[in-house]
């Protein structure tokens, strides 16, 4: 399984790293939304995307959005992992195509739970 | 002093009672000194995934006192936390595939359907048993009651609520159920809805006693409770949960407990994978 963590937070990350490589996971990194795309379109082996929403350049909304209505990863979840924590911003993001959500403060295994639920 | 990685993951007297008043300050759980061993064990895990070096360095992440990140990682660490949506998945998906298309035939004429959660502790169970109920379809204009009980009152008090932190939210719950099923009050708290809220009712009750008044079940969710008691007290558990369990009806247990050896009555049964139990009356209706 390989997971992209796209996070403008280097401690975020590196926590989505460690505990995500602990399980075997590949993990793959991107800063914000513009770098994301790059690696979605360089990478078609991604299996699933965690994915902040306020970033610099481009935020996760706007990425989310752009990856499906383009449709250029069909076959990649995505999992919203953010502080944005109101319902209308999880609705929001569930109409634009996201596929779970998880709220900022995390825990290990809430991230692995809803990782293996979406990758199946 | 040289730091050897034996030192590194040793809390100081001083940081081991800070960790004990932080926690207890979060969660109203007291965590004693003497639980070091405990507490240092899985404060490690904190360490690696945080990357911090030293329990020294994990300390000082909290006194600053603006790290909720890290405060909400050592606060998951030293909490036993037993208690999610969908627990242990596979009784459920049996629920939702099999068994509750089988009670809607059986109890056709009827048209009530009552399911016991045994141990309901803060409610997790009985609301994940309400929302298959009610994504199924099946029982609408139905008489739908799901009787929990607990031994503890304050656990009781919060299934009785149905309100839960970000944290108890976010444990096992699929987010189409989330927003489905809940309201947010506010950032850290949802509530259950009423269509959910009103299938359930809660009683406590000491699983040794009588449970004749509880009334007749269709199903008993008992799941890991029998695992705490010796064998004359599971004997004893069963034999109440027999009295109140239709001749048809299913009881299921957690993983590791079975009814073989202690309580001939009840014969195990695999519906999806999951293993129930059954009087011998009703086996055949289960069993295709």
Redesign the interface.
């Known amino acids: 399984m390989k997971v992209l963590t796209v996070d403008d937070s280097l ?2 990350r ?2 989505v790293r ?2 995500l490589e ?1 399980e075997g996971i590949k993990v793959v990194e991107a800063e914000n939304g513009q770098e994301a795309l790059d690696v979605v379109t360089s990478q078609q082996d991604i299996n699933v995307i965690l994915l902040d929403w306020e970033m610099p350049i481009m935020d996760g909304f706007t990425f989310l959005t752009e990856v499906r209505t383009k449709n250029l990863a069909p076959s990649t979840k995505i999992v919203m992992l953010t502080t944005l ?3 209308s911003n ?2 929001k993001a ?1 109409e634009a195509g ?1 596929d ?11 991230v692995l ?1 809803k990782i293996h ?1 979406v990758a199946g | 002093m040289l730091e050897t990685k034996e030192n590194t993951t040793k809390l100081s007297t001083e940081d081991l009672r800070f960790v004990s008043e932080f926690f207890y300050k979060k969660t109203g759980i007291q965590l004693g000194e003497e639980k070091r061993y405990l507490i240092e064990s899985r404060l490690k ?1 904190v360490l ?4 911090l070096n030293t329990m020294d360095e994990l300390c000082q992440e909290l006194r600053k006192g603006f790290n ?2 890290v ?3 050592v606060i ?1 660490a030293l909490t036993t ?1 037993e208690t999610s949506w969908f627990r242990d998945g596979k009784p459920f998906v049996a629920l939702e595939k099999t068994i509750l298309k089988k009670m809607a035939e059986l109890k056709a004429t009827t048209r009530t359907l009552n399911i016991w959660s045994a141990a309901s502790s803060t409610g997790q169970e009985i609301y994940t048993i309400a929302m298959i109920i009610q994504e199924t379809g099946l029982f609408n204009g139905w008489n739908v009651k799901i009787t929990g009980t607990d031994i503890s009152q304050s656990a009781l008090q919060q299934a009785k609520e149905g309100v839960y932190s ?2 108890e939210i ?3 719950m ?3 159920l ?2 489905k099923y809940f ?2 009050v506010d ?1 850290n708290t949802w509530r259950v809805k009423p269509v959910i809220k009103n299938m359930a009712r809660f009683s406590a009750h000491n699983l040794k006693s009588d449970a004749t008044y509880l009334g007749k079940f269709d199903m008993v969710f008992c799941r890991n409770v029998l695992i705490y008691f010796d064998l004359q007290s599971k004997q004893q558990i069963l034999g109440h949960i027999r009295k109140v369990l239709h001749p048809s009806g299913l009881l299921c247990l957690g993983g590791s407990e079975t009814t073989y050896g202690v309580d001939d009555y009840f014969q195990p049964i695999f519906i999806d994978n999951a293993a129930f139990y059954v009087s011998e009356e009703g086996k055949s209706l289960w069993i295709k």
């Open positions: 401690t975020v590196t926590m460690n505990i602990e924590n109101k319902m999880i609705l569930i996201a779970e959500y998880i709220m900022k403060p995390f825990t290990p295994d809430v739970e639920a | 895990t690696r995934i945080a990357n909720v990140q405060e909400t990682l998951d936390n970000q944290l976010s444990r096992g699929p987010v189409k989330l927003i309201d947010q950032d």
